[in-house]
C-alpha cells in the first residue's frame, strides 16, 4: 500500500540547519512530482518547495527562497527538504506529498502523516 513517511524534524536554534527526508513506497515514485508543504495551528498549509517527475524543475514560495533546497533520489524512493538559515517562523508542521500526471481527468494524491520542525532558542 501507498505510504510516505516523513522524518528528520526536530528542534533547532535560529540559523542552524535540518535535513527532512520522506520515503516514500507503493507507487512509481519516478513519475510523481513531489512537494513539500507545512502548517501551523491556525493557518492554512501552504506549499513550501515542489519538484517535477523528472526534476527538471523546481520551485519555492518566496518565504524559503535561498534558503531551503528540495531533490529527490528515484533509486532510493525519497525525496529531501534542506532546510539551512532557520528562522523561528519556519517553525510548522512539515508534510511530504506525492502528485501523479493527469491520466483521464484524474490524479493520485498521496501525504505524509508530517514531522515537526521547532525553531527556538
Known amino acids: 500500500q501507498v505510504q510516505l513517511v516523513e522524518s528528520g524534524g526536530g528542534l533547532v536554534q535560529p540559523g542552524g540547519s535540518l535535513r527532512l527526508s520522506c520515503a516514500a513506497s507503493g507507487f512509481i515514485f519516478s513519475s510523481y512530482a513531489m512537494n513539500w508543504y507545512r502548517q501551523v495551528p491556525g493557518k492554512e498549509r501552504e506549499l513550501v518547495a515542489a519538484?517535477?517527475?523528472?526534476?527538471?524543475?523546481?520551485n519555492y514560495a518566496d518565504a524559503v527562497k535561498d534558503r531551503f533546497t528540495i531533490s529527490r533520489d528515484d533509486a532510493r524512493n525519497t525525496a529531501f527538504l534542506q532546510m539551512n538559515s532557520l528562522k523561528p517562523e519556519d517553525t510548522a508542521v512539515y508534510y511530504c506529498n506525492a502528485n501523479s500526471p493527469w491520466e483521464l481527468g484524474r490524479r493520485y494524491i498521496y501525504w505524509g502523516q508530517g514531522t515537526q520542525v521547532t525553531v527556538s532558542s
Open positions: 519538484i517535477t517527475s523528472a526534476g527538471a524543475s523546481r
